[in-house]
């Protein structure tokens, strides 16, 4: 059995505090956000959340641990193949961010 979506996941949270994208089973954007850079893997995250600054990254670090859910991250969607399963995962996109700067908080 496939499970895409952890059971009682409310991402409102990472949301409120990110001003980059978090993406979920079931949103309009949710099989774009999901796609690797070969169409021929099939990625099913828990959720994607695409950051813009490293305060982004921190929020969805935080988050994950609180929740008990994994983190990696994806530049291109090149490695996609090597992740064995992304279940319980957030799959953290890399492609937005433009520089890395000192957190805020």
Do not use: C
């Not at 409310?10 to 169409?39: C, F, H, K, Y």
Request: aromatic fraction near 4%; glycine fraction near 6%; charged fraction near 25%.
């Amino acid at each position: 059995m496939l499970i895409t979506d952890p059971p009682g996941l409310d991402l409102t949270p990472l949301r409120d505090r990110m001003s980059g994208r978090v993406s979920a089973p079931g949103d309009l954007d949710w099989d774009e956000a999901r796609q690797a850079w070969n169409i021929a893997v099939d990625q099913r995250p828990a959720a994607v959340a695409t950051p813009h600054s490293a305060d982004d990254v921190i929020a969805i670090v935080g988050f994950a641990r609180d929740r008990g859910l994994r983190v990696t991250a994806q530049g291109t969607g090149h490695n996609a193949a090597a992740y064995d399963t992304l279940a319980d995962t957030i799959l953290v996109k890399t492609q937005e961010m433009r520089a890395a700067s000192r957190a805020t908080t």
